[in-house]
């Protein structure tokens, strides 16, 4: 669940609802929601397309900084 915290604090630091992410990365509201309660796991595909829609707000960081499981050391599995 550490994942998803992180992914969740960056979209509200940045004021981004769930419906304009959701929308942007090709999912209906409701997966991404699902997601990022951390019910279901991220593809690959779905994480590189947050991280092109987060980069003009949080810049140069990678997909590490948005997907790696700093309590764990683990890199969050992708489906």
């Not at 595909?45 to 707000?57: D, Q, V």
């Amino acid at each position: 669940m550490a994942v998803e915290k992180e992914l969740i604090a960056l979209r509200k630091d940045y004021k981004i609802s769930q419906k304009q992410i959701s929308k942007a990365i090709g999912l209906s509201e409701e997966q991404y929601r699902r997601k990022e309660l951390g019910q279901y796991d991220w593809r690959a595909t779905e994480m590189f397309a947050i991280r092109n829609y987060l980069k003009p707000f949080i810049g140069p960081r990678s997909l590490n900084d948005i997907f790696y499981d700093k309590t764990t050391q683990n890199v969050y599995k992708a489906s």
